[in-house]
């Protein structure tokens, strides 16, 4: 299958701090989707994307699609304990396969 | 409330034996999906079902079985030819559009062989 590079692999940051993280691919992505998971839960999808260049947030949340569609970007501002969490992007070229990244740890210090 | 229930949380399989993990989803959602994952790893894909009575195989379909037969229901089926089952499954769901994300995803079960 495809292979998602996701960085960086875990974060340790100050409660208040931005975050940044990405994720980059080989292949061309026609949609890129960016979740969260919490330790020994499912994943929750926190943002989709479906265009080249396209922005978009949810919340304190930004993701963005890149250009040459072979990466995506994360980015959390102000963070809070509650951000805690494996953060993952996929990627998908056709049909139903959905390619996962390996994950981005983050930890929040209070 | 709507979404998806997996069952058990937590499954002991002795080598040999098959085991079934439920999925079940009342979001009225056409398309189901079964990934593994293994720690440090992402999610990979074992089966998919858009549709009743149809499913495809994902990238590690081998020693995995699945079935639809109702629309709520997308029971995944460990075979003992499964040679390293031992890993946690999520089980998720989404709206039936042509190729629609996983938006829905159960709380998972850990299996382990013993």
């Not at chain 1, 960085?7 to 061309?28: A, K, L, Y």
């Not at chain 2, 709520?72 to 003992?80: G, K, N, R």
Request: hydrophobic content about 30%; some cysteine.
């Amino acid at each position: 299958g495809q292979q998602l590079n996701q960085s960086p692999q875990s974060m340790f940051i100050q409660e208040g701090e931005d975050v940044s993280m990405n994720c980059t691919s080989s292949s061309i992505f026609n949609t890129w989707l960016w979740y969260k998971q919490d330790p020994g839960e499912g994943p929750v999808l926190l943002i989709a994307l479906y265009k080249a260049g396209e922005l978009t947030s949810n919340g304190r949340l930004t993701a963005q699609f890149g250009i040459t569609r072979k990466d995506s970007f994360l980015n959390i501002s102000a963070s809070i304990p509650s951000d805690v969490g494996i953060y993952f992007c996929a990627g998908q070229v056709t049909g139903n396969q959905f390619y996962f990244g390996t994950g981005t740890s983050l930890t929040v210090i209070p | 409330d709507g979404g998806i229930t997996q069952s058990p949380k937590y499954l002991f399989r002795k080598e040999g034996q098959n085991v079934t993990l439920s999925c079940e989803q009342n979001l009225n959602h056409d398309a189901m999906y079964w990934y593994r994952q293994d720690p440090g790893q992402g999610l990979r894909l074992i089966y998919y079902s858009q549709i009743v009575n149809d499913f495809q195989k994902g990238d590690i379909a081998e020693g995995y079985s699945v079935s639809r037969e109702k629309k709520e229901s997308f029971p995944l089926t460990v075979t003992s030819a499964q040679k390293n089952p031992t890993a946690f499954y999520l089980c998720a769901s989404s709206i039936g559009t042509a190729s629609p994300p996983p938006a829905f995803f159960g709380q998972g079960t850990r299996l382990t062989v013993v």
